[in-house]
T-cell receptor
Framework: AQRVTQPEKLLSVFKGAPVELKCNYS??????LFWYVQYSRQRLQLLLR??SRESIKGFTADLNKGETSFHLKKPFAQEEDSAMYYC?????????????FGPGTRLSVLP | DTGVSQDPRHKITKRGQNVTFRCDPI?????LYWYRQTLGQGPEFLTY????????KSRLLSDRFSAERPKGSFSTLEIQRTEQGDSAMYLC??????????????FGEGSRLTVL
């Protein structure tokens, strides 16, 4: 079955510290992996996707197929990074394509 | 285009009543998704449409839930005989997907359902 796990419900770091939000997945094919973010009182929005290989707002994520992981990293956290972060997987599930989301990690960046 | 819009934003109902939510996607998007989210959880997939065709429905979805997208534009999600366990945020998202490349999901602000 397709599944996304995020082991940390809450992650607190100080401003300027590195941050890593963990994501592991199970999928039998070649998935596409995404990170979505929800800032306070805003709707869910895409942060980055693995095929783009971009750095967005200083965040990067590398797909490790051997470890089935897609961890989100930022070298120097900022207070405005405080938000809920969801890892998501898209793959050919049944006869269509679907998105499966992890339970989310709340990142709190302390001053 | 103001993005994905959902109506109503909040709905309070008594157990046993029927409720209907509406989602208006971004106009050129061909896919529309419904998710449910409860406190402390990520969005849980309910169903999705490609144009007007409902391509997948979660096995977790009971027969009390039905969704339509009659002309491939807006969609409705109806819950019949609501139960307290149906209380959640119902999220709609849309995307444009073509040529095998998965489109980014654009989410609405959600419709919060409270069943008393």
């Amino acid at each position: 079955a397709q599944r996304v796990t995020q082991p940390e419900k809450l992650l607190s770091v100080f401003k300027g510290a590195p941050v890593e939000l963990k994501c592991n997945y199970s999928y039998s094919g070649s998935p596409e992996l995404f990170w979505y973010v929800q800032y306070s009182r805003q709707r869910l929005q895409l942060l980055l996707r693995h095929i783009s290989r971009e750095s967005i707002k200083g965040f990067t994520a590398d797909l490790n197929k051997g470890e089935t992981s897609f961890h989100l990293k930022k070298p120097f956290a900022q207070e405005e990074d405080s938000a809920m972060y969801y890892c998501a997987l898209s793959g050919k599930i049944n006869y269509g394509q679907n998105f499966v989301f992890g339970p989310g990690t709340r990142l709190s960046v302390l001053p | 285009d103001t993005g994905v819009s959902q109506d109503p934003r909040h709905k309070i109902t008594k157990r046993g009543q029927n409720v209907t939510f509406r989602c208006d996607p971004i106009s050129e998007h061909n896919r529309l998704y419904w998710y449910r989210q409860t406190l402390g959880q990520g969005p849980e997939f309910l169903t999705y449409f490609q144009n007007e065709a409902q391509l997948e429905k979660s096995r977790l979805l009971s027969d009390r839930f039905s969704a339509e997208r009659p002309k491939g534009s807006f969609s409705t999600l109806e819950i019949q005989r609501t139960e307290q366990g149906d209380s959640a945020m119902y999220l709609c998202a849309s995307s444009f997907t073509a040529g095998g490349r998965t489109g980014e999901l654009f989410f609405g602000e959600g419709s919060r359902l409270t069943v008393l």
